[in-house]
């Protein structure tokens, strides 16, 4: 049986906390490995190693730190299908599904691989007599992340590419329940020349997660996880004068007007709502009717499509969704639907007794499809995170937009429709901070920044993109004087130029 330690300072090293936690196969529900979980010791130790690291790294030019990037890219494109495998056998999704979550994180080590182009600073010439003015984005000195487990590729990368291209040295704190592909990657980091100690990988749980909060050592933090975890990383992480960005979950609302192509509603509906079984943050989970119309349509096209959802093994490639990550993910979702139905909404595809022949103790649940949903039940203001879409009828575009705009969670949210106008107004008004038009998952590229409003994120600046370039920099101001002899006299006020 596998046991994972850590990776510090370029090597494996074995935890010495004596604490561990399962690591399951969701397929079968088998306990597949164990993984270490750090002391405040074991994190201390990490830290001092990054900071040592982090002096050399920030003195390698742009260039060379993007060629590091350029490598480390090639590695992952060449070894994407054994990661995928890896990646699925733990967490659940089908491996193409974690292809793609590969595919999202190297496209942000794609960008990173622009870093001496991102990390370009502002001149302005002769200010002043013989003055120029220039601002300088410089490192800030050893970065952590902490990643939830639904993307243990994508969002362990968001993280750690920027962050390192910039040249800090960084401390990854992944999920415990996927820790195989992270450490796989920080693997490939070492292969592609990264020196030692600059990407470091501590597994553990809150335990480690508090002491990297608190370490003097830090300078930033990025986190990824629920809401309450992500308020309190951002609560606890500023308090101790880190610089955090924390997002957390998410009830994305799909509005869906009377005019909308309703067949092709239906296929993206479904694939935002019932991929990866819906643990995916930018997962569609309300789909928002406009008109009585046109919910009778979605209704009558759409429970056909969920009971015939095809659950299966991550290893099937028929399959439309795998196990969900753990079996307490499982229970949550089945207390949910007892919950929705005690609130008196319809429950009409009821995916609670699906079992899995052969694997009756794998973590799968059928699909599950609730109609007649109301604001005020709790299957609607919570987030669920399975393989459950609630349907929330709206009377007026107007009703279907206030309910986006009141629900606590801003993360993603699409209209469907042919109305140009319509699209228009949903867009400008909608508060929420990633919006598809005809597009269920819109999840930003690369090249663009990613982050939700309200109480789906904490901290003003987004993940990847330019964001992420002045999350993991701080910028310095300079003013000089060549020659520096000009006699100009003393001057007791304020220096205007
Ligand atoms: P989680 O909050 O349980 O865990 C996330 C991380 O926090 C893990 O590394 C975990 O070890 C750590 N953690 C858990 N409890 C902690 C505690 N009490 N103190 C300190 N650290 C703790 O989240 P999860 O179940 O791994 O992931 C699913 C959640 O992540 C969903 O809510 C989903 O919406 C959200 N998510 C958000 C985004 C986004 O960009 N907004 C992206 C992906 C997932």
Not at 41 to 68: L, M, Y
Not at 151 to 162: D, G, Q, R, S
Not at 226 to 247: L, Q
Not at 291 to 307: H, S, Y
Request: hydrophobic share 40%.
């Amino acid at each position: 049986m596998t046991s994972y330690g850590h990776f510090i300072g370029g090597k494996h090293v074995a935890g010495t906390s004596g604490r561990s936690a399962d690591v399951f196969t969701p397929m079968t529900g088998e306990v597949a490995s164990h993984v270490s979980l750090a002391s405040v010791e074991e994190v201390d130790a990490a830290v001092h190693i990054a900071a040592a690291a982090q002096i050399g790294w920030a003195a390698v030019n742009p260039q060379r730190r993007a060629r590091v990037m350029m490598r480390f890219l090639q590695l992952v494109l060449d070894n994407q299908k054994t990661l995928a495998e890896l990646l699925a056998r733990e967490h659940g999704k089908t491996v193409p599904d974690a292809m793609g979550d590969i595919q999202r994180g190297y496209e942000v080590v794609e960008f990173c691989c622009g870093i001496p182009h991102l990390l370009k600073g502002e001149f302005s010439d002769g200010v002043g007599p013989s003055i120029d003015a220039y601002s300088l984005r410089q490192p800030l000195g050893v970065a952590a992340g902490i990643t939830p487990f639904n993307f243990p590729a994508m969002i362990p990368m968001w993280k750690f590419a920027p962050a390192i291209a910039c040249g800090n040295s960084f401390i990854l704190k992944p999920s415990e329940r996927d820790p195989g592909v992270p450490m796989r990657l920080a693997e490939l980091m070492m292969e592609a020349g990264l020196p030692a100690g600059v990407l470091n990988v501590v597994n553990g749980d809150k335990v480690a997660v508090d002491a990297l909060l608190d370490h003097p050592g830090i300078a930033a933090v990025g986190f990824v996880g629920s809401t309450p975890i992500a308020e309190y990383i951002y609560a606890r992480g500023a308090s101790k004068g880190k610089r955090v960005h924390a997002f957390g979950g998410a009830k994305n609302h799909m509005v869906i007007m009377p005019d909308a192509d309703m067949d092709k509603t239906v296929d993206a509906l479904i694939g935002a709502g019932y991929g990866s079984g819906g643990q995916r943050c930018m997962a569609i989970s309300v789909a928002v009717p406009v008109g009585q119309a046109a919910a009778d349509r979605l209704m009558e096209k759409l429970v056909p499509r969920v009971e015939a959802l095809r659950i299966g093994l991550s290893t099937d490639p028929q399959a439309d969704y795998g196990p969900l990550v753990t079996q307490a993910a499982v229970d949550r979702v089945h207390q949910y639907c007892d919950i929705g139905i005690k609130e008196g909404a319809d429950l009409v595809v009821d995916g609670r007794s699906f079992k899995m022949q052969g694997y009756e103790n794998g973590f799968y649940v059928g699909s599950c499809l609730f109609d007649n949903v109301t604001k005020d039940m709790r299957i609607y203001k919570e987030e669920i995170f399975g393989p459950v879409l609630s349907v929330v009828r709206a009377k007026s575009y107007e009703e279907g937009l206030a309910l986006c705009n009141d629900h606590e969670y801003g993360n993603g949210t699409a209209i469907f429709t042919r109305d140009g106008d319509a699209a228009r107004d949903f867009v400008s008004r909608v508060q929420v901070g990633m919006v598809g038009v005809n597009v269920p998952i819109p999840t930003p590229l690369a090249y663009y920044s990613f982050g939700g409003w309200k109480r789906s994120a904490f901290g003003d600046l987004n993940q990847h993109g330019p964001d992420a370039v002045r999350f993991y920099t701080k910028t310095k101001n300079v003013t000089a004087r060549w020659p520096s002899g000009v006699k100009e006299g003393v001057e007791f006020s304020m220096p205007t130029m």
